[in-house]
């Protein structure tokens, strides 16, 4: 919808059904369900019944169908149906793992729905952008990225970047609607562009689908998986294991024909349930389900992963870049010290609650008399408030400028004061407040003219309001870059030079201030003549300034950082904070937080350095703690490609759209999900639900937990599969009758392989866990250890069944050489005891795999009930199967004694015992 009109923008409004002050609620649901929701349907989800069908198309498993065709059509209907049977089983545990893994991802998208900030009825309300409706009046800031096509209707400075729409990386100006002109391109914003400078208010026109981005996606019918470097591994291994499969089935159907004399049916059966049992054909799939349960509990503990991929990445990290500002800190900023009219003010109270005491603490007047500013009034014993009285005019100034020079708001919402925008803007309306100010009518009254936007390289904002009747400029910002500006200061209601002197001892007082982990800021003012009509009339706003005074604020550290940050440091992983906050501030936060033996970077020095300095100032030995303050978006992502230079595996935390380009180029960019900005969270690979430096190191554990526990469940299964072929092809060489058949062997695969294996990927983390220096992202799986280990446990577990399978063919009087068909019962009977060995063996061997070193005596097996829960039902599994008429006639089993049972039983556990003594010679090297 275009509307070609003029006397923009108040047609514009009444064509939209919308005004200046947004849409009313009885409009929005009309207009709801006209348009549908604000979102990009995506035109290639995997169908249920694709999903269904793909769990039959691996290469063993058309196979197996193709046997269990030729058993029927051979007249072997039952072996056909029991082949039928155990595919179709394997599919829909293959399709329950799948469809889990794509729930666990949708539902982690949700957590991820952006938000917009729209006034309806008059007010500012923070909504979910798919609640988005053409008429929509959107409230836009720097770092915003844009929810819905719209017409610009005022703006401020506004650039936004249109890369995704257009390729152009660089930033588009903005204009808004003319009352004397036609729409321009320039006059509108589309969704998924980024605002990357300045702020406005925009109509939206078009959501959902209706949108340039929308259009764009309706083409798009395909996008590609992402796969992690441990999956393409697997798949890799997983390749290499089948060609050697298809070998030994070739030798397998050769043996049984010309060694065994089978018929080729019986052989090509055989060769078939072999190969299904020795290529961990569900392995890919499997892991995907273990990552995914993985991200769905790091979800829960407040850290949303975006891609499978990343959790590998975490247990791999090795330095953390932080911010400081509600990361480490609660980003709940209280103003505790006004330095104004040369006195020193203590305020009271805590958070964003606007009532609060200021009390004045002055050379003259003693805190002990009691001087006190009670909203914007002196209370007080008698000389000491007429002394006071000549701070007003200078304190009055200093909240007017912390009201006006503000993009935050205060709503009162149930009770309780909440916060619309930063949270040190929201402090400073909290101090205006608590001088007796009402920021929300002051901010009525004395409407913005114009404004300079803040920005990370200036490091101060601007904004002109009409004040009975003169122009002022107010301008906040870090103090030095204040003080260098500013060429008077307010005192004793007029404005005196600003001498050097003076400045020295307001730069010693606000690093004294600094030192208590306050967050300064500092404030001027200025007189105009007129408003400026071009940028470089804009830019003398901030020429020649009068000092009015400084805030101190402070964000307490959370209390979970500390004990968060010692988990790191005790893993091995460096703690960079990177800030832009001033260095020691972010200093004394660190060390409230246990983090000592610091040194302090600042930005300036970095502009001096080139890439061979900071190389070799991060390599230095010993190193561990760094603060780098004052830095710039190119510092950030300087610092990280250095450290990935290194070899460092790096996640960085950032919330502002200056962090974009280093959270896109760390290994893990970590993004705020409370306080952060859409273009963070977009660049972003993780994002925090909390914002709490502890949910980093919290996912970091995670992070190596799964991928131990995938280590745990690769042992078992290739260790498993060794023990199966070793036991079938000593079997076939030695000349002896086949001590397993082709449906004991499916049945085997799928009686051990499948639930002790899923168990093992959810199995807790090892109490060392935190303890060990991080992996090298280098190293693979399937190392020289880590063969020759499940080697040797998966020929101890052959020889073990096949030990026990030629005893009872020797006590049931069978000589070497002499033939047995399968249905005789000297052969069902060692067959039953073999058949049972290999799964209770296996079932042992699955606490074998818990841990490389650990013994599993010393084990709480109790902390994993899934595995315990496994093994009952698969020992009921092979007790059924063994035990009941029904099974015996399917499988070709037969009854054991108690004998043999105990028997079974004790070689089973006796698995437990080579490992136990392979574990002590590896732990006393």
Same mark, same amino acid.
Request: charged share 20%.
């Given at each position: 919808?275009?509307?070609?009109?003029?006397?923009?923008?108040?047609?514009?409004?009444?064509?939209?059904?919308?005004?200046?002050?947004?849409?009313?609620?009885?409009?929005?649901?009309?207009?709801?369900?006209?348009?549908?929701?604000?979102?990009?349907?995506?035109?290639?989800?995997?169908?249920?019944?694709?999903?269904?069908?793909?769990?039959?198309?691996?290469?063993?498993?058309?196979?197996?169908?193709?046997?269990?065709?030729?058993?029927?059509?051979?007249?072997?209907?039952?072996?056909?149906?029991? #082949?039928? +049977?155990?595919? &179709?089983?394997? %599919?829909?545990?293959?399709?329950?793992? @799948?469809?889990? $893994?794509?729930? =666990?991802? /949708?539902?982690?998208?949700?957590?991820?729905?952006?938000?917009?900030?729209?006034?309806?009825?008059?007010?500012?309300?923070? #909504?979910? +952008?798919?609640? &988005?409706?053409? %008429?929509?009046?959107?409230?836009?800031? @720097?770092?915003? $990225?844009?929810? =819905?096509? /719209?017409?610009?209707?005022?703006?401020?400075?506004?650039?936004?970047?249109?890369?995704?729409?257009?390729?152009?990386?660089?930033?588009?100006?903005?204009?808004?609607?003319?009352?004397?002109?036609?729409?321009?391109?320039?006059?509108?914003?589309?969704?998924?562009?980024?605002?990357?400078?300045?702020?406005?208010?925009?109509?939206?026109?078009?959501?959902?689908?209706?949108?340039?981005?929308?259009?764009?996606?309706?083409?798009?019918?395909?996008?590609?998986?992402?796969?992690?470097?441990?999956?393409?591994?697997?798949?890799?291994?997983?390749?290499?294991?089948?060609?050697?499969?298809?070998?030994?089935?070739?030798?397998?159907?050769?043996?049984?024909?010309?060694?065994?004399?089978?018929?080729?049916?019986?052989?090509?059966?055989?060769?078939?349930?072999?190969?299904?049992?020795?290529?961990?054909?569900?392995?890919?799939?499997?892991?995907?389900?273990?990552?995914?349960?993985?991200?769905?509990?790091?979800?829960?503990?407040?850290?949303?992963?975006?891609?499978?991929?990343?959790?590998?990445?975490?247990?791999?990290?090795?330095?953390?870049?932080?911010?400081?500002?509600?990361?480490?800190?609660?980003?709940?900023?209280?103003?505790?010290?006004?330095?104004?009219?040369?006195?020193?003010?203590?305020?009271?109270?805590?958070?964003?609650?606007?009532?609060?005491?200021?009390?004045?603490?002055?050379?003259?007047?003693?805190?002990?008399?009691?001087?006190?500013?009670?909203?914007?009034?002196?209370?007080?014993?008698?000389?000491?408030?007429?002394?006071?009285?000549?701070?007003?005019?200078?304190?009055?100034?200093?909240?007017?400028?912390?009201?006006?020079?503000?993009?935050?708001?205060?709503?009162?919402?149930?009770?309780?004061?909440?916060?619309?925008?930063?949270?040190?803007?929201?402090?400073?309306?909290?101090?205006?407040?608590?001088?007796?100010?009402?920021?929300?009518?002051?901010?009525?009254?004395?409407?913005?003219?114009?404004?300079?936007?803040?920005?990370?390289?200036?490091?101060?904002?601007?904004?002109?309001?009409?004040?009975?009747?003169?122009?002022?400029?107010?301008?906040?910002?870090?103090?030095?870059?204040?003080?260098?500006?500013?060429?008077?200061?307010?005192?004793?209601?007029?404005?005196?030079?600003?001498?050097?002197?003076?400045?020295?001892?307001?730069?010693?007082?606000?690093?004294?201030?600094?030192?208590?982990?306050?967050?300064?800021?500092?404030?001027?003012?200025?007189?105009?003549?007129?408003?400026?009509?071009?940028?470089?009339?804009?830019?003398?706003?901030?020429?020649?300034?009068?000092?009015?005074?400084?805030?101190?604020?402070?964000?307490?550290?959370?209390?979970?950082?500390?004990?968060?940050?010692?988990?790191?440091?005790?893993?091995?992983?460096?703690?960079?904070?990177?800030?832009?906050?001033?260095?020691?501030?972010?200093?004394?936060?660190?060390?409230?937080?246990?983090?000592?033996?610091?040194?302090?970077?600042?930005?300036?020095?970095?502009?001096?350095?080139?890439?061979?300095?900071?190389?070799?100032?991060?390599?230095?030995?010993?190193?561990?703690?760094?603060?780098?303050?004052?830095?710039?978006?190119?510092?950030?992502?300087?610092?990280?490609?250095?450290?990935?230079?290194?070899?460092?595996?790096?996640?960085?935390?950032?919330?502002?759209?200056?962090?974009?380009?280093?959270?896109?180029?760390?290994?893990?960019?970590?993004?705020?999900?409370?306080?952060?900005?859409?273009?963070?969270?977009?660049?972003?690979?993780?994002?925090?639900?909390?914002?709490?430096?502890?949910?980093?190191?919290?996912?970091?554990?995670?992070?190596?937990?799964?991928?131990?526990?995938?280590?745990?469940?690769?042992?078992?299964?290739?260790?498993?599969?060794?023990?199966?072929?070793?036991?079938?092809?000593?079997?076939?060489?030695?000349?002896?009758?086949?001590?397993?058949?082709?449906?004991?062997?499916?049945?085997?695969?799928?009686?051990?392989?499948?639930?002790?294996?899923?168990?093992?990927?959810?199995?807790?983390?090892?109490?060392?866990?935190?303890?060990?220096?991080?992996?090298?992202?280098?190293?693979?799986?399937?190392?020289?250890?880590?063969?020759?280990?499940?080697?040797?446990?998966?020929?101890?577990?052959?020889?073990?069944?096949?030990?026990?399978?030629?005893?009872?063919?020797?006590?049931?009087?069978?000589?070497?050489?002499?033939?047995?068909?399968?249905?005789?019962?000297?052969?069902?009977?060692?067959?039953?005891?073999?058949?049972?060995?290999?799964?209770?063996?296996?079932?042992?061997?699955?606490?074998?795999?818990?841990?490389?070193?650990?013994?599993?005596?010393?084990?709480?097996?109790?902390?994993?009930?899934?595995?315990?829960?496994?093994?009952?039902?698969?020992?009921?599994?092979?007790?059924?199967?063994?035990?009941?008429?029904?099974?015996?006639?399917?499988?070709?089993?037969?009854?054991?004694?108690?004998?043999?049972?105990?028997?079974?039983?004790?070689?089973?556990?006796?698995?437990?015992?080579?490992?136990?003594?392979?574990?002590?010679?590896?732990?006393?090297?």
């Amino acid at each position: 919808m275009d509307i070609f009109i003029y006397g923009m923008p108040k047609n514009i409004y009444q064509q939209l059904g919308s005004s200046k002050q947004g849409l009313t609620h009885s409009k929005i649901s009309k207009l709801r369900q006209q348009y549908g929701p604000n979102e990009i349907v995506h035109q290639n989800k995997t169908s249920i019944f694709k999903m269904l069908l793909r769990q039959f198309t691996d290469l063993m498993v058309i196979i197996l169908l193709i046997a269990a065709g030729i058993s029927y059509f051979s007249g072997e209907t039952s072996d056909a149906i029991e #082949i039928m +049977a155990i595919v &179709l089983l394997n %599919g829909i545990i293959g399709f329950v793992q @799948e469809f889990k $893994a794509d729930k =666990a991802i /949708a539902a982690l998208q949700k957590m991820l729905t952006p938000h917009a900030r729209v006034r309806r009825n008059g007010r500012e309300e923070i #909504i979910a +952008a798919k609640d &988005l409706v053409p %008429g929509d009046l959107l409230v836009l800031a @720097e770092g915003d $990225a844009v929810p =819905a096509d /719209a017409y610009v209707v005022s703006e401020n400075e506004l650039a936004v970047q249109e890369a995704v729409l257009t390729g152009e990386s660089i930033p588009v100006t903005k204009d808004a609607l003319s009352t004397t002109s036609k729409i321009k391109d320039r006059q509108k914003i589309y969704m998924g562009t980024l605002v990357t400078h300045g702020q406005a208010t925009a109509v939206v026109f078009a959501t959902g689908m209706q949108t340039e981005f929308g259009k764009i996606a309706s083409l798009t019918s395909k996008t590609e998986k992402e796969h992690s470097p441990l999956q393409k591994e697997l798949k890799t291994i997983g390749i290499l294991v089948s060609k050697i499969t298809i070998v030994i089935s070739l030798l397998l159907i050769l043996g049984g024909i010309f060694l065994q004399g089978k018929t080729f049916l019986e052989t090509i059966m055989f060769a078939v349930s072999v190969a299904v049992a020795a290529v961990p054909e569900g392995l890919p799939a499997t892991i995907t389900i273990a990552l995914a349960l993985g991200v769905q509990k790091l979800a829960k503990q407040n850290a949303i992963v975006k891609k499978l991929s990343s959790v590998e990445t975490l247990g791999s990290t090795t330095v953390i870049c932080s911010d400081k500002t509600g990361t480490l800190t609660k980003n709940e900023m209280t103003v505790k010290e006004i330095w104004t009219n040369n006195y020193l003010l203590a305020v009271e109270g805590s958070g964003y609650e606007t009532e609060g005491v200021i009390e004045i603490v002055h050379p003259i007047i003693n805190k002990a008399n009691g001087t006190k500013l009670i909203n914007g009034n002196l209370v007080g014993g008698g000389q000491s408030v007429d002394q006071a009285q000549e701070l007003l005019p200078a304190l009055t100034l200093l909240a007017q400028a912390a009201a006006l020079n503000n993009n935050a708001r205060l709503i009162l919402k149930k009770g309780q004061v909440q916060i619309l925008g930063d949270p040190t803007e929201a402090a400073l309306l909290v101090m205006a407040e608590k001088n007796g100010l009402s920021t929300s009518k002051i901010v009525k009254e004395y409407p913005r003219l114009k404004e300079i936007p803040f920005d990370s390289d200036r490091k101060m904002m601007s904004t002109l309001q009409k004040i009975e009747g003169k122009l002022i400029s107010f301008t906040k910002g870090s103090p030095d870059q204040i003080l260098a500006i500013c060429k008077y200061i307010y005192l004793n209601g007029q404005k005196v030079p600003l001498t050097a002197a003076l400045k020295k001892k307001l730069k010693d007082h606000y690093e004294q201030m600094a030192q208590k982990a306050l967050r300064v800021l500092a404030f001027a003012y200025k007189e105009l003549e007129q408003v400026p009509q071009n940028k470089k009339e804009l830019a003398q706003m901030e020429e020649g300034l009068t000092l009015l005074g400084l805030a101190g604020m402070i964000d307490p550290p959370r209390e979970e950082v500390a004990a968060a940050c010692q988990q790191a440091l005790s893993a091995g992983i460096k703690i960079y904070i990177v800030t832009g906050d001033y260095g020691p501030t972010a200093a004394a936060i660190a060390k409230q937080i246990g983090l000592q033996d610091l040194e302090i970077v600042s930005g300036a020095e970095l502009d001096k350095w080139d890439d061979a300095k900071l190389s070799k100032f991060l390599k230095k030995e010993g190193r561990k703690n760094l603060v780098f303050a004052r830095v710039r978006a190119e510092h950030k992502r300087w610092i990280v490609d250095i450290l990935k230079k290194h070899g460092e595996i790096v996640a960085v935390t950032g919330d502002g759209v200056n962090d974009a380009p280093a959270l896109k180029r760390a290994d893990i960019g970590i993004a705020m999900g409370l306080s952060g900005t859409d273009v963070s969270r977009e660049a972003a690979n993780m994002v925090l639900a909390d914002d709490s430096f502890a949910s980093i190191v919290a996912a970091v554990r995670e992070g190596r937990r799964i991928y131990e526990n995938l280590k745990k469940f690769i042992f078992y299964i290739f260790s498993c599969n060794i023990g199966e072929l070793l036991t079938i092809f000593a079997g076939l060489l030695l000349g002896m009758p086949a001590p397993l058949t082709a449906v004991l062997i499916l049945s085997i695969d799928l009686g051990t392989d499948v639930l002790p294996a899923v168990a093992l990927g959810v199995d807790p983390a090892e109490k060392n866990i935190m303890q060990k220096a991080p992996r090298d992202p280098q190293s693979r799986i399937m190392n020289k250890g880590f063969i020759e280990r499940f080697v040797y446990l998966g020929t101890i577990m052959g020889l073990l069944t096949l030990g026990a399978y030629l005893g009872s063919l020797f006590l049931s009087g069978w000589q070497w050489g002499t033939a047995l068909a399968d249905d005789d019962f000297i052969h069902r009977h060692a067959s039953t005891i073999a058949f049972s060995l290999l799964v209770l063996i296996q079932i042992v061997n699955a606490y074998n795999s818990r841990s490389a070193e650990t013994s599993c005596f010393r084990m709480n097996h109790l902390k994993n009930p899934q595995l315990l829960g496994a093994s009952l039902i698969s020992i009921l599994m092979v007790i059924v199967m063994v035990e009941t008429p029904f099974m015996q006639r399917v499988l070709h089993t037969t009854h054991l004694s108690g004998m043999e049972w105990l028997t079974v039983i004790g070689l089973s556990f006796s698995v437990l015992i080579f490992e136990e003594g392979r574990k002590l010679v590896a732990r006393s090297k």
